[in-house]
């Protein structure tokens, strides 16, 4: 893919499984069912075009405004997910990061996080992040509070980044978000200052290959200044 200007770090905004379940006539659990499968080919697709981090939004904080058994179901597949493919992605060299409050779900789900995190933390081939009961107000929130703790009176940006949640990964290039909707929905709010934002009206489960490569071409005709002029 050396036409590509690849980005380090891709950001996903997965969204669209419940319309597309009730548009295929089943429930909308079925939909996250479906999206899993997706988001399991978009981490093997990732690793293809050699993109470094992964960064996939699961589970925000706002997500526990939904009905408890839909809640209880992401959680069911998260788990399953890992049950089912932690030695083959292990093997793979993947290692895997949670950006988000993992102390406040559930001890099952909770356990499964910081097991996996541990297990794959010397891995180098690839970086997966799971921004799971996530919120980027909160992120930005909580930094302040560690910097407070310091006993600093007067932040700085470096006082910022270096309390973020994942401190050592560098800013998303690129953020997609399937399934119509253009916003960013409390979405790493601090990291994307600059980053490349990509909208489909694809719903995540309908998410493929082509969609992704148009997402990489695009992102490859951006020009990024960051504020200065063109050389
Ligand atoms: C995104 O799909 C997955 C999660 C938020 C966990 P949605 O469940 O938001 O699907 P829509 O937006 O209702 O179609
Ligand atoms: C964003 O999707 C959260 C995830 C994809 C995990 P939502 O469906 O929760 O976002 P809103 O409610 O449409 O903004
Ligand atoms: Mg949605």
Known sequence: MNFLKVPKHVGIIMDGNGRWAIKNNRERNYGHKKGVEVAENVIEWSKEFGVDYLTLYTFSQENWKRPKEEIEFLFELIIRYFEENLNRIIENGVKISFLGKIDDLPKSLKDTCKEIQNI????????????????????????????????????????MERNLYLPHVPNPDLIIRTGGEVRLSNFLLWESAYSELYFTKTLWPDFSYEEYLNALKDYSKRERRFGAIKQ
């Open 120 to 159: 794959s933390k010397n891995n180098k081939e690839f970086n997966l992040i799971l921004a799971l009961n996530y919120g980027g107000k909160q992120e930005i929130v909580d930094a302040v509070n560690k910097i407070i703790k310091e006993g600093k009176e007067e932040i700085t940006i470096e006082d």
